[in-house]
């Protein structure tokens, strides 16, 4: 287990460019709080979460329950940019990072049946990569298990405050949440760096330089 720089949260890589925080939010049932108390939950209907199985699925776009949060999210971007050479595409986010007030704090509210079935959010690999942040506030429900198409990271059932980032074009799904309420964290940010691999490639040239 390794430390990020600045406020010490626990990671460790699961494959390349698959990164674990666990526990990295402290209160997490705080974020559900702040969610809910919003009252801007709307139907995720969308053709597009209709094509990949997303519904029932709500959604809440909102700012962030606090600035503690917000940092966090920054330091687990930054540890990613860091690791691989990437940095923000907007380059003021460098030095102010991610605020309280900004609205890029996606709630998802998977009920029973909720299910993402296997896509990419990012469609095509390119030196300006999306990269995606899944926190999970709760795990007091059954199933909703996260997986990737690439062996190395078996299917994961997650623990309340854990945080995972990966790059946007990798193939990941959701199970169906079979009991209770599936609560998820989306952020999304565009990086610039070197030229984005497939996990096998990345794998292989890795196996390489340890050989």
């Keep these: 287990m390794e430390k ?9 890589e699961w494959a ?4 674990y925080f666990p526990k990295a939010i402290k209160d997490p049932q705080a974020s559900i709080d702040y ?22 699925r709500h959604d809440c776009y909102i700012d962030f329950p606090s600035q503690e949060e917000a ?27 991610l605020q309280k ?7 998802v509210r998977y009920v029973t049946g909720g299910e993402a079935k296997t896509h990419k959010d990012q469609p095509v ?12 506030p709760n795990d007091d429900y059954e199933g909703g298990e996260l997986g990737f198409d690439f062996e190395e990271v078996p ?21 169906p949440t079979t009991k209770g309420t599936k609560y998820l964290v989306l952020a ?16 292989e040239d890795t196996e390489m330089e340890n050989m």
Excluded: Q
């Design 4 to 12: 990020t720089a600045k406020l010490g949260l626990d990671y460790v």
């Design 16 to 19: 390349p460019r698959v990164l």
């Design 35 to 56: 969610m809910e108390a919003k009252d801007e939950w709307y139907a995720n209907d969308s053709e597009y979460n209709e094509a990949i199985g997303g519904t029932p």
């Design 71 to 97: 940092e966090i999210f920054t330091e687990v971007y930054n540890t990613y940019n860091k690791l691989y050479g990437y940095s923000w595409l907007e380059s003021e986010r460098t030095d102010r990072g």
């Design 101 to 107: 007030e900004d609205v890029e704090y996606n709630g």
């Design 125 to 136: 690999e390119h030196d300006i990569g999306l990269t995606n942040i899944c926190y999970y």
């Design 155 to 175: 299917l994961y059932k997650p623990d309340a405050g854990d945080i995972l980032v990966f790059p946007g074009h990798y193939d990941h799904y959701a199970l």
């Design 188 to 203: 999304k940010a565009y990086m610039v760096g070197p030229g984005i691999k497939t996990p096998r490639e990345m794998l």
